[in-house]
């Protein structure tokens, strides 16, 4: 192998190892709950909706209440009755780190 060949050889492996190495998502669950009484009008009700994430890098983690928080955020936006909520945790991966992620979602039916 000559020398212009090393040189072009060394920028296409790097380049295809980090576009192996690139970032993914994936959702892992969705639950729902709620459903199961009649939905209010829509003067009654409002859509509320709370995110909260968790950083790891090297598999150690720096927030370990993420989805507490995103329930917390939740409750706070309604005074009445939560209903027709849906939880959706999804990760997004990265190179030797990745974040995980909480979704809630709900229908605030005031009193």
Same mark, same amino acid.
């Given at each position: 192998m000559d020398i212009s060949m090393k040189k072009l050889l060394l920028p296409l492996l @790097? #380049? +295809? @190892? *980090?576009? #192996? /190495? =690139?970032?993914?998502? +994936? %959702?892992? /669950?969705?639950?729902?709950d709620g459903f199961d009484g009649q939905m209010p009008t829509a003067s009654k009700a409002k859509y509320i909706e709370a995110r909260s994430e968790q950083n790891v890098v090297l598999w150690f983690a720096d927030d370990? !209440?993420?989805?507490?928080?995103? &329930? !917390?955020k939740l409750v706070k936006q309604c005074d009445g009755d939560i209903r027709a909520v849906s939880t959706q945790y999804s990760t997004s991966h990265g190179f #030797?780190?990745?974040?995980? &992620? %909480? *979704? /809630? &979602? =709900?229908?605030?039916? +005031? +009193?």
């Open positions: @790097a #380049l +295809s @190892a *980090l576009t #192996l /190495m =690139g970032c993914t998502h +994936s %959702i892992h /669950m969705v639950h729902t370990t !209440d993420y989805v507490e928080e995103a &329930k !917390d #030797l780190h990745w974040t995980n &992620k %909480i *979704l /809630m &979602k =709900g229908v605030c039916v +005031s +009193s």
